[in-house]
C-alpha cells in the first residue's frame, strides 16, 4: 500500500507532498510524482505529525460529567463508586468513545493504563489507533495482590506486545509509590527492563503525595524512586508538578521523560505549574498528556497545549517562557520519544502518523505564523484528516475505521447503566 | 417569519421544542404542534442561548499570529507596527473573518471596540450576527484629540444605533484610564448617560495600570473611575484582575458588569486570576471575554469558559471554586445582562438568539451532565446550527449569511499585505 499527500502546508509555510510506503514515510519534497494506490490533496491543509498522549485511562470517557465541580475527595468517592461496577464490557465501550474523540482530534498514539486491558488492546486494535498499554498495578502493601498483579500485567504484555501490524506496544504501569509498595515498584521496573517496555506511573501529582512520601519514607518522590532503580530513559513519568529543581535535574540527568498533564491538575485543583522552564534547561525530555475524561473532561492535546503554554506563561509573569514551537515540539516528538517509537516527526523513514488540519477554517487563518495558530488558535475540530500507520483512519472528519455514531450510542447506553 | 425547533436537549437534560415568532422566542414546551415556516430537528442536540463575547476587537484577527511569544513591549511594538498601516478595507476584512468564527464557535453577540468602526458595523450588518459597537476614544491628554474623538464615537452613535433590524447597538469606549484625560473619561459618562448605551472600558488589566493610577491619581484603578462618576450599571469593565477586595465590591455595588478575559491575560503573561469569588460573593455581574486575537489567539468562548473555570480552581486550591454552571452562566445571561439585552435565556419573550450542540460528537458523550461537558468538554467545532435575531445564520457548521471561503480568503490576502 502507498498513499501520496500533495500539497500539504509544512511548519514552515511551505509546501510539499508526502509519499506514504507501507507504514512509513518514505518521501517527502516539493513535487512527488510517482504512482500512489491512494491520493489525498492536501490543498489548504497543514500537514503535522500526529498528537501522542502520554497519559491517559482512555475507558474513564464513561465518567465523564461525574463528580463534576467537586472537592478531591468528593471526586474520587463519586469515581470508585462508578468504578468499582464497570465490566469488561464497558471498558471496551469507553475506550472505543475515547478512541474515536482522540482520532477526531488528531491524536494518533495514545499511552494508557488502566484495568481489563484486553478490552482495551481489543477496542484499539478495531479501531486502527496507536497505542502503549499496560495493566496499572496496586498492592497496597499485600503480598498476594502484588504477585497476582505482576502476573496480569506479565501477561498482557505477552499476549498484545507488536499486535495488529505493530500498533499495539506495552508498558509497565505500576499505579503510583502511594498504591505500590516497595516491592511492586523494584518488580516492575525489573519487568520493564526485561522485555525493554516503557514503565508508566504517576508521579508528584498533589502535594499530599510528596508529604506521604516524605513521612513514610524520608526522601521526597524523585529521590525516593530513584534509591529503587526506578528512573531510567524507559520512565515515562505522569504529572511530574510538585518537583523541586532538584528532583527536576535529577528526573533529567536518569533520562526520565516527563507526561504533563495541565488541565488535570487544574480541573482537581492541585495548584502547581509544572516546572516547564526548568525541565527545558535540564534538556529533560517533555511529553503531554490529557488524563482520563473523569478528570479534565477532554481528550483534545489541543486544547492541552494551550493550557500548558498559558499557565506557564502567567506564572512565570514571562510571555516568552513557554513557546509555541517548545509545545508543539513536547504533543509530537516528545510524546514518540517518551514511549520510544520511531514517531512524532514528518521525516523520511518515521511511521506513517500523520494528521491535516484545515488552514482555512475562520480560526485559522490567517497564517502568519503556522505553528502559533496550531497551538494557539486550532481545536480538536479543525483536524480533517488522520493516517495511522500509513493508513488513513479519518477522511474529511469521517471516522473509517470505527462507525462513530454506533461507537458514540454504545457509550452513552453503557454509561447510563452506571449511574441507573 | 416563524421557525420551530424540535426536540432540543435542554441543560437539564430534558427534551423540549422552541417557537420563534420573528425575532422572539414565543414558546418552550415539551410539544409544539404550531405551523411553523421553518423547521429544524434539533435530536441528539443541545440548545442554548447563544454566548456573547463582551470584550473583542474584533478586526485584530488579521494580526493573528503577529508577535508570538514575546514580552509585552515588543509584542505592543509588532501589533502597532502593523496597526498603524491599517485600511478601512482590511477592518472590514477582519471583522467578516472574526465574525465567520465568532458564528461557527457558538457566539451570537460581541462587544467590540476599535476604530473604522463604520467598516466593523457594515461587516455585522451582513453578517446576520449580533453587536454593541463603539468607537475606541484615546486622547493622551490632547484637547483637540479628545474633541475630535468624542466627536467620532458620538456621530457613530447617530448612525448605528439600532441599525440592522435592531442587531448593531452602540456603546461609548474610552480606551482605559490611561489613554484618556479626565475630561474624555467624564464626556464619555455623559454620552453613555445621553444615549441611554454601555460605558465600554479596559480595568485593571495590569500591574503597571494600577501602579501608575496610584502614582498619578493618588487613587486605584476602581476608586479613581468611581470619583469620576465612571462606574455605573452601564459599565463595561474588561479585565479586571488586579483589584483588590474593596474595589471588588465597589464595582458590584455600583453595578458594574465585569468582562473576564482569562486567556489574553494569560497569554500576555499579566500574572493574575480573576477575583472570581469575591466577586460571586459581591453579588457582581460576571460576563467574559476573548479580548482580540492578537493577544488569544482565538475567539472562542467554549475555551474561554473553561480556562476562567480552572485557572480559578487552581488558583484557589479548591476545585469549588469556580462551578461549570456560573461559568455558563456568565458567558450567556451574565454578558446580556452587561449589554443591557433582553437575552442570554431561552426563555418566552427572550431574543431568539440561540445555539445548537452537537450532542453526540465522541467528545460530547456520554451526556451524564449537559453543563459540565458545554464548560469542560466541548470545543467551538461542536457548534452545528446558529440562529441569531431568530433568522438561522449557520445550519450543520455551513453559514448562510457569509460566504466563509471567500471571507477566509479575503481577510487572508489583507493580512499578507500587512507584513509584505
Given at each position: 500500500?502507498?498513499?501520496?499527500?500533495?500539497?500539504?502546508?509544512?511548519?514552515?509555510?511551505?509546501?510539499?507532498?508526502?509519499?506514504?510506503?507501507?507504514?512509513?514515510?518514505?518521501?517527502?519534497?516539493?513535487?512527488?510524482?510517482?504512482?500512489?494506490?491512494?491520493?489525498?490533496?492536501?490543498?489548504?491543509?497543514?500537514?503535522l505529525p500526529g498528537m501522542v498522549n502520554t497519559h491517559t485511562h482512555a475507558a474513564m470517557t464513561l465518567f465523564r460529567g461525574i463528580g463534576e465541580d467537586a472537592t478531591l475527595h468528593d471526586w474520587l468517592a463519586a469515581v470508585r463508586a462508578v468504578e468499582v461496577k464497570v465490566t469488561p464490557a464497558q471498558i471496551h465501550a469507553g475506550t472505543s468513545l475515547a478512541v474515536a474523540e482522540m482520532i477526531k482530534g488528531g491524536t494518533t498514539c495514545f499511552n494508557d493504563m488502566y484495568f481489563h486491558m484486553d478490552e482495551v488492546a481489543a477496542a484499539v486494535q478495531e479501531s486502527g489507533m496507536r497505542a502503549v498499554l499496560g495493566y496499572s498495578m496496586v498492592d497496597m502493601g499485600d503480598a498476594g495482590k502484588r504477585k497476582s498483579e505482576l502476573k496480569i500485567a506479565e501477561q498482557f504484555i505477552k499476549d498484545w506486545q507488536g499486535k495488529a501490524d505493530g500498533r499495539i506496544?506495552?508498558?509497565?504501569?505500576?499505579?503510583?509509590?502511594?498504591?505500590?509498595?516497595?516491592?511492586?515498584?523494584?518488580?516492575?521496573?525489573?519487568?520493564?527492563?526485561?522485555?525493554?517496555?516503557?514503565?508508566?506511573?504517576?508521579?508528584?501529582?498533589?502535594?499530599?503525595?510528596?508529604?506521604?512520601?516524605?513521612?513514610?519514607?524520608?526522601?521526597r518522590p524523585v529521590p525516593y524512586l530513584d534509591s529503587l532503580g526506578l528512573l531510567t530513559h524507559r520512565t515515562v513519568a505522569a504529572h511530574c508538578v510538585w518537583l523541586t529543581k532538584e528532583e527536576v535535574k535529577m528526573l533529567a540527568s536518569r533520562g526520565v521523560s516527563a507526561s504533563l498533564n495541565p488541565v488535570s491538575n487544574m480541573k482537581l485543583a492541585g495548584g502547581?505549574?509544572?516546572?516547564?522552564?526548568?525541565?527545558?534547561?535540564?534538556?529533560?525530555?517533555?511529553?503531554?498528556?490529557?488524563?482520563?475524561?473523569?478528570?479534565?473532561?477532554?481528550l483534545s492535546m489541543f486544547e492541552t497545549m494551550k493550557f500548558l503554554a498559558l499557565?506557564?506563561?502567567?506564572?512565570?509573569?514571562?510571555?516568552?517562557?513557554?513557546?509555541?514551537?517548545?509545545?508543539?515540539?513536547?504533543?509530537?516528538?516528545?510524546?514518540?520519544?517518551?514511549?520510544?517509537?520511531?514517531?512524532?516527526?514528518?521525516?523520511?523513514?518515521?511511521?506513517?502518523?500523520?494528521?491535516?488540519?484545515?488552514?482555512?477554517?475562520?480560526?485559522?487563518?490567517?497564517?502568519?505564523?503556522?505553528?502559533?495558530?496550531?497551538?494557539?488558535?486550532?481545536?480538536?475540530?479543525?483536524?480533517?484528516?488522520?493516517?495511522?500507520?500509513?493508513?488513513?483512519?479519518?477522511?474529511?472528519?469521517?471516522?473509517?475505521?470505527?462507525?462513530?455514531?454506533?461507537?458514540?450510542e454504545s457509550a452513552q447506553k453503557e454509561a447510563e447503566k452506571l449511574t441507573a
Open positions: 500500500m502507498s498513499l501520496l499527500i500533495k500539497n500539504a502546508t509544512l511548519l514552515s509555510g511551505k509546501k510539499a507532498d508526502i509519499l506514504i510506503e507501507g507504514s512509513l514515510i518514505s518521501e517527502i519534497s516539493p513535487s512527488i510524482t510517482a504512482r500512489a494506490d491512494e491520493k489525498i490533496d492536501a490543498n489548504g491543509k497543514i500537514a506496544t506495552t508498558s509497565v504501569p505500576p499505579h503510583s509509590l502511594y498504591l505500590c509498595s516497595r516491592e511492586l515498584l523494584v518488580a516492575s521496573e525489573a519487568m520493564s527492563k526485561k522485555y525493554k517496555v516503557p514503565l508508566h506511573i504517576h508521579l508528584s501529582e498533589t502535594r499530599k503525595e510528596v508529604f506521604d512520601c516524605l513521612s513514610s519514607h524520608k526522601l502547581a505549574i509544572a516546572p516547564l522552564p526548568e525541565m527545558q534547561e535540564a534538556k529533560m525530555n517533555v511529553s503531554l498528556g490529557t488524563d482520563g475524561s473523569a478528570s479534565n473532561d477532554s499557565t506557564v506563561k502567567n506564572a512565570r509573569w514571562d510571555a516568552t517562557a513557554a513557546t509555541a514551537p517548545q509545545i508543539l515540539a513536547a504533543a509530537t516528538e516528545g510524546g514518540a520519544r517518551a514511549l520510544g517509537m520511531n514517531a512524532g516527526a514528518l521525516a523520511e523513514g518515521k511511521l506513517a502518523d500523520i494528521i491535516l488540519i484545515d488552514a482555512r477554517a475562520p480560526n485559522m487563518a490567517p497564517l502568519h505564523n503556522v505553528t502559533a495558530n496550531l497551538v494557539y488558535s486550532a481545536h480538536a475540530g479543525n483536524v480533517t484528516d488522520s493516517i495511522i500507520n500509513g493508513k488513513v483512519v479519518m477522511r474529511e472528519r469521517k471516522l473509517l475505521t470505527l462507525d462513530e455514531e454506533k461507537v458514540v
